[in-house]
């Protein structure tokens, strides 16, 4: 079991009180190991979120995820939004784009997930997408263990976004959770412990204005 389960969003660099935007789970902090399963959109038992309230942030702002714990398992961190009619009953069946991720660096040496090994992952809304209401996603995937599924981490916040953009990314960047997350994926089964000197990062390429 990893510890790094997301439960607060801070925004204007306030931390806030915990399942305030974010959706509250039903699995503790134990991972999501299928695949297949819808849960991957925002965590077990999070198809709505008729008891969180919907962050009002403007568009370019910048918020925080932050994590009980410094994330300390080896594998990517990724933040993806979808935009929803209604951010309380949307069950994260649209389609996801993704802002934000980190993975491994490399040098002559090898690689390492130094970048990924903290508390707090800031990540800027796009200036220029149009007014509305989202879910935010952020996911962390556990690649720690060779040889077994990998372990994901995830949880969804509820925004509403204004400003005066009106772009949204090209279907080329738009993704189906879970079916983006298909099982033999290298970015899930790269040994990280022998000969690692490349990684392919799960999921579509990051979207940007």
Known sequence: MNLDQFKRLAINDNGEV???????????????IDQ???????????????????????????VTWIADVRVYHQGPVAVYLTKVENATTA?????????????????????????IM?????????????ASEYLMRIEQIAIHVPGIPPQFHVACAQLGV???GTELPPESHLVNIPEVHAKGHEGFTTNIYQNFRR?????PPVWSC
């Not at 903290?118 to 149009?130: A, D, H, M, R, W």
């Not at 990684?199 to 999921?203: A, N």
Request: charged share 20%.
């Open 36 to 62: 297949a399963s819808n849960d991957l959109r925002c965590n077990v038992g999070c198809h709505n979120g008729t008891n969180t309230t919907t962050a009002v942030v403007g568009a370019g702002r910048n």
């Open 162 to 164: 204004f400003g005066t």
């Open 18 to 32: 915990k399942h305030r935007y974010v959706r509250p789970n039903t699995n503790l902090n134990f991972p999501i």
């Open 118 to 130: 903290q508390q707090g992952f800031e990540v800027q809304i796009p200036k220029c997408i149009p």
């Open 199 to 203: 990684y392919k990062m799960p999921g």
């Open 91 to 115: 069950d994260g069946s649209s389609k996801w784009f993704k802002i934000m991720e980190i993975g491994p660096s490399f040098s002559p040496r090898g690689g390492d997930w130094e970048d």
